[in-house]
Nanobody
């Protein structure tokens, strides 16, 4: 099927930036959308941003709009989706995951192991 590996998390001060990567492998031809989710400590997982795999259409949660950019535009790493996070706030602290929706399904799956983002005040 599809395997996902996230990277790029870390510790950053408020106002700083981080760029997360999600590398997909396996049967990537079945992917319709890829999404970035986050789960703060003690809270539910939420969708932060998503991108359609072929058309590149994007959508953001209100909390990410204007600060985060999801992209898939590196010709050398065409099966990698990025989440560039700017103007980070302490409330952005969470474990960030990527997942995919496959063609013909609305379920999110093939979850990666996640990458931790910690924003200090």
């Amino acid at each position: 099927q599809v395997q996902l590996v996230e990277s790029g998390g870390g510790l950053v001060q408020a106002g700083g930036s981080l760029k997360l990567s999600c590398a997909a492998s396996g049967r990537t031809v079945v992917i319709r959308d890829m999404g970035w989710f986050r789960q703060p400590p003690g809270k539910e997982r939420e969708l932060v941003a998503k991108i359609s795999w072929t058309a590149g259409m994007v959508d953001y949660a209100d909390s990410a709009l204007g600060r985060f950019v999801i992209s898939r535009n590196n010709p050398k790493e065409k099966d990698t989706v990025y989440l560039e996070m700017n103007s980070l706030k302490p409330e952005d602290t969470a474990r960030y995951y990527c997942a995919v929706q496959k063609i013909g399904s609305w379920e999110w799956g093939s979850w990666g192991q996640g990458t931790q983002v910690t924003v200090s005040s």
